[in-house]
């Protein structure tokens, strides 16, 4: 009886070294940004990413608070200096939705401006300085949504 249940034993084991093993590894952990009706007024840090077509026209806005460290993760984002949303009236009257983004502990630390038809994908990483990373991807005329991306290789 104790011979068979060594082999049973050994497998748990293992199973369960693996699960810890992936979780303890875990680098980022999603986070679930949700919509919210507009930019609450103030003066924020702004991260802007405008289309790349020449038009004067922004595909994604992040107005971070003074105390976060929001990264916004596409290929044209630029540091727009500190604004208030108003500073951006065109924008604020081009349809786009916004969504709160926060961090591992609760708190809003941005907001996020994009067109309706963009997913938002929001990454905490445990451990490391910084806030939480925003990747926005299906913007209009992004590489991304183009589906001409990649190296070739």
């Known amino acids: 009886m ?11 084991l293992g ?3 693996c699960l810890f093993g992936i979780v303890s590894c875990a680098t980022s ?7 919210a009706d507009r ?3 103030g003066r924020y840090h702004v ?7 020449g038009i004067h026209r922004y595909n994604a806005l992040l107005f971070e608070t003074a105390t976060a460290a929001v990264t916004l993760d596409v290929p044209t984002a630029e540091l727009g200096g500190v604004a208030r949303p108003e500073d951006y009236p065109a924008v604020l009257q081009a349809g786009l939705v916004v969504y709160e983004i926060r961090g591992a502990s609760g708190t809003v630390q ?5 067109p309706a038809q963009a997913r938002v994908t929001v990454w905490s990483q445990p451990g490391k300085e910084g ?6 991807i299906g913007l209009p005329s992004s590489p991304e949504s183009a589906g001409g991306g990649g190296s070739g290789m």
């Open 15 to 17: 199973v369960t070294c």
């Open 39 to 41: 930019v609450p007024a």
């Open 131 to 136: 806030g939480p990373v925003v990747s926005v």
């Open 47 to 53: 991260t802007v990413s405008e289309d790349p077509t």
């Open 110 to 114: 941005a907001y996020l401006m994009v």
């Open 29 to 35: 952990v999603p986070l679930t940004p949700q919509r």
């Open 2 to 12: 104790m011979v068979s249940l060594l082999p049973r034993c050994a497998r748990v």
